[in-house]
Structure formats: C-alpha cells, structure tokens
C-alpha cells in the first residue's frame, strides 16, 4: 500500500498545503510518494525529497505542466496510478481541479475535503457548508482523495533523503492553453497559512474603509481576509474570501471585523484556535463561536487596538 | 452553438440544515429547496451568451427525484429553452451524474456545457471536472469571465493568489464562480412561458448508466460545537486577554 501525493508548487517553491497532504498520506498506512509536476522545478523536487516521511519523489518536468494544465496533470497522474493505493492532493484550487479528472478516468469515486483519516479506506469531511460532518468508506480500489489542508498538522520540511526519480511528462493535450495570470503583489502571509488573519465584513462600508485593517495587519504580520458579502460588495478581491465557496483558514487567531457570521462564513474559520470578534450588533451570529467579542463601532476599536498593540 | 445546463436540486442556501438523531444523514423532510446557486450563474452565463448571438440553444439538465422538475421550470424562466430530467430516487454521487451527464451530451452535442463549480449540499466540487475527463474535453473551473469566439472559450478562473486565464478549444466544460454574474430575478410573465417549454423526462436505464453509489456513507455527526467565549468592554482588555490568557499575539 503507497499513496501518492501530488505536489503543490509554482516551479519554484514547494507550497505549504503539499506538507499538509503529505501529513495525511501518512496516516492512510504505508508508504508515501510525491509527485512534482512542472517545468524546471528540480528545486521543487528536492525540496520535497526533504520532507517527513515522504520516501520517493516523482519528478515529471516539462513545459506543458509549467502553468498546471488539468488536461495534463491529471494524464500524467493517471499513468502513474497503476502501483498506488491512494492518490492525494492538497485541496487547493489547483487540486480541486485536478483530482476529478483522475478519478474519472480511473473509474472511481472521489472523496473530497477530507478533515480526518479513520483507516485506509474511511475518511471524515465535512458536507453543508460544515454543518455537518460526514465519515464514508471509499470501497474502490483506488482512492483518490483531496486534503483539506486545515484538518491536518504540516510534517517537518526537513530531515528526510528521498531519492528523486525522473519520469517522462506526458504529452500536451493540445486542447487547451495557458494566457496569463494576474497575481496581486503583497508582503503579507498568504491568507491559508497565515499564523493570524483580519478579516473585514459588510460592517466595513466600503473598499477605503478597508484600508484600516491593513494598519491592523502590518501591525500582527497577519493576512487580509474578507467575508462573501464583503467581496460580493466590492469591497475586496475575490481570493480574500474566507468561507464555504472561498477559502478554509485555521489560524491561531482570527480577527472578524464587522462580519456578522453567516453559516457560509462560519463554515471558513470555525476551526481558528482563538476567534475575537468586533461588531456593534450585539446579536450578531459571530460573537456565538467568538472567544472574545468587542460589541461596538469597529471604526472607533480597530485604530484604538492598533495603538494598544 | 448549444449548451447544456445541468442544474441540481438542493436545500435552499438560507436553511440550517439538522443532522437526523440515528445520524443516517442530514434531516431534508420540508425544508426549502432551490436551484444550486452556483447553477443559477450558470443558466445566467448560457443566457447571456444567448442574448450576446454566440449561443442559439440552451438545454437545462437534472437528475434525481420527481421534484427535480421545479428545479427545471426555475432554469426555463431563467431563459433555456427546453429541459431534461434524468429520473431517478437512487442517491446519485458525482461519478454517476458526470456518467448520466456524457450519455446526454452524446445524444445532444452541444459545443459547451456549463455548471456550478460546487453543489452546497455534498460540496463535493467534482462534476464539472469529472464530465469533462469522460469526454476528453478540456475545462476551465471557477470561471469568472467567459468569452466565446472562433471555436474558443478564454476562461478567466479564480484561483489562489489571483485570477488566471485559459484557452479551451471546444468543445469544453466551464465551472462557474460567484463573480462570473448575478443572476436575474425570474419575473412572473417567464415563469408562466416557462411552464409552456418542453419538458422531457428520461431514466438512467433509457441512458444504459449504471448509477450505483461507490462511496458508503458510515454516520453524519454533528460538527463538535465550539464554546461561545466571553465579551470584553474594551480594547485593553481584549490585547490582555490576547497576550496573557490566549497567548496568540
């Protein structure tokens, strides 16, 4: 029994959510392999050599996985699944477009978003905006399966030696082409790993008034977050969206600003270690999974607690 | 061109759902259903395309119970043209729904079939994707912008850390996200035309599908609930609190 985990990384840099699968590939028994797939991403390859646990790493480096083609990942993990027991992606935007694709064309189900391992073939996750948690068996003999990455403990980044193993990248598709990213360039912690979190709500008013949680930010080193209702405003971009349909984030502590706590918000940040909440709706819906609430007008709180820090 | 719909039946995103005390599954008897909102963009987006001339001929498309009919008649006032019910009360899973979903775009060759990137009961975020492998077409999920011309769709997706753009030569599958529209209210005059618009139901045996669920489904527990904490009257409190209590910052 071997599962394969299928790397996250931007041909340079081996991400964070890849330590977080692997951590969960562990638990399924037997041995993990890592699968990098990209174009010139030997450094990536070897950084995954390095990691926990993890005892050989699959290199498949060519220009048709540069920008992570599904068409393509997904036939190149396909032709490798033949010795795996499960194959494991991080449930990262990447992954939850790939993984699918594998399934389909072994003919087995998925099981997504997984939030605990109970045996080889028996996985928790969570269903209706995680309102409910749901715990299948996947009978098939392949099991494809997506982490979410928040339920799992990173292992260590160093201390293994793995050897590294070229394997021929597939051909391209043909059928469908990378045009261009548009990245937003910052110096704060990325919002799925971040030790701390701000996020603003509809309680914000405005995309200037956001500016006041940057100060707040700088001053914790946190990332920037945001409810759907915030976003669907205008007030800020899409992928600082926290919440069932945007991203899950567990940090140590996460800071709801004017957010009142719809369930598909809850559903995002539930899992922070330490919640603190500033709303001046005393009944706000935050301030019941809150450890600490400020009921009051945010635009008066939020510059008094960058000054008390 | 034409494009396929498939749209799903779900509780209404506004309902808590309960989980059943013998924990078999969540308790779904007379609670409010609707349209998957993340089809609802996607009726939207074919709909669009349709007034903007690229598109001629949408079909909306479901499978599941009887009632998926109402689901359909929401997709016709919305503005497809006519609808399919795969009629089933087998639990279907998204493997079995991609299948039912192949079997329909090779009876019906449209150049496009467009769908919610994720169903917010199962939030399993895998038809789209698993459609597409079947066929061997290529996607483009989490759309939020979609242009469609000289046998090509450019795809602007939402994907970590920003957005990006991809070229799919068609025919293809896209996957919508929040920001690709806003759906329109469906007006009164469209809910009566609606009802007048074909209408035609088929079964998973007509389409020679096996649908047969592959994942068990052991217990659905609640979620361990977390502790309301305490309210502090002021911001001193709350950073001592924080550094001598928390211990985050």
């Not at chain 1, 979190?197 to 008013?205: D, I, K, L, N, Y």
Request: hydrophobic share 45%; aromatic share 4%.
């Amino acid at each position: 029994m071997t599962s394969l985990v299928i790397a996250e990384h931007d041909n340079h840099e081996l991400k964070g959510a890849t330590l977080n699968a692997v951590a969960a590939a562990r638990l399924m028994g037997g041995d993990v392999h890592v699968l990098v797939m990209g174009k010139d991403a030997a450094g990536v390859a070897e950084a995954a050599s390095k990691l926990q646990g993890v005892s050989k790493v699959l290199l498949a480096d060519g220009p048709q996985h540069e920008h992570g083609l599904a068409e393509n990942a997904a036939a190149q993990v396909v032709g490798l699944a033949g010795g795996y027991s499960h194959i494991v992606f991080p449930a990262t935007a990447s992954g939850k477009n790939i993984a699918p694709r594998v399934a389909a064309l072994l003919d087995v189900a998925q099981v997504s978003d997984i939030i605990a391992v109970e045996s080889p073939d028996t996985f928790q996750r969570p269903i209706y905006a995680g309102n409910a948690i749901a715990t299948v068996q996947a009978p098939d003999p392949v099991k494809v399966i997506t982490v979410r990455t928040t339920g799992f403990d990173a292992v260590e980044a160093t201390g293994g030696s793995a050897p590294v193993e070229k394997v021929e990248a597939v051909a391209d598709s043909g059928k469908s082409s990378f045009v261009g990213r548009e990245f937003a360039k910052s110096d704060r912690p990325e919002l799925s790993a971040a030790r701390i979190v701000v996020s603003g709500g509809r309680g914000m008013g405005s995309a200037e008034n956001f500016k006041i949680l940057e100060a707040l930010a700088d001053k914790l080193n946190a990332a920037l977050g945001a409810s759907r209702a915030a976003v669907d405003a205008g007030y800020a971009p899409n992928d600082w969206q926290v919440g069932q349909t945007g991203k899950i984030v567990a940090p140590q502590l996460y800071i709801a600003v004017g957010i009142s706590g719809a369930i598909q918000h809850l559903a995002g940040m539930k899992d922070s270690k330490v919640i603190v909440a500033i709303n001046k709706d005393e009944e706000a819906p935050i301030f019941s999974v809150a450890d600490y609430g400020i009921v009051g007008d945010l635009f008066q709180i939020v510059p008094e607690l960058v000054d008390a820090l | 061109m034409k494009v396929l719909v498939p749209v799903k039946r779900v509780v209404d995103y506004n309902v808590k759902v309960r989980v059943k005390s013998d924990q078999s599954g969540v308790d779904i008897a007379n609670v409010k259903m609707s349209m998957n909102p993340f089809d609802e963009i996607a009726v939207e987006e074919a709909v669009r395309q349709k007034e903007k001339g690229v598109v001629t001929e949408i079909v909306a498309v479901s499978a599941g119970v009887a009632q998926c009919q109402e689901t359909l008649r929401t997709a016709l006032a919305l503005g497809a043209d006519r609808a399919i019910l795969v009629e089933t009360s087998v639990e279907l899973q998204p493997l079995a729904v991609a299948k039912l979903l192949k079997s329909l775009v090779e009876k019906e060759q449209p150049q496009l079939v467009i769908l919610g990137k994720q169903a917010i009961d199962d939030d399993a975020n895998q038809t789209g994707q698993m459609l597409a492998a079947l066929l061997g077409w290529p996607q483009a999920t989490f759309a939020s912008k979609l242009e469609i011309a000289d046998g090509k769709a450019t795809v602007t997706r939402e994907v970590d850390g920003g957005l990006e753009t991809v070229a799919l030569v068609l025919p293809a599958v896209v996957t919508t996200d929040l920001r690709l529209n806003e759906p329109r209210y469906v007006t009164l005059p469209n809910i009566m035309k609606a009802k007048k618009k074909p209408l035609e139901t088929v079964t998973p045996e007509d389409l020679g599908v096996d649908v047969t669920p592959r994942l068990k489904t052991l217990k659905v527990a609640e979620p361990p609930a977390r502790k309301a904490g305490i309210k502090v009257p002021d911001v001193a409190t709350l950073v001592d609190k924080l550094k001598n209590e928390a211990k985050v910052i």
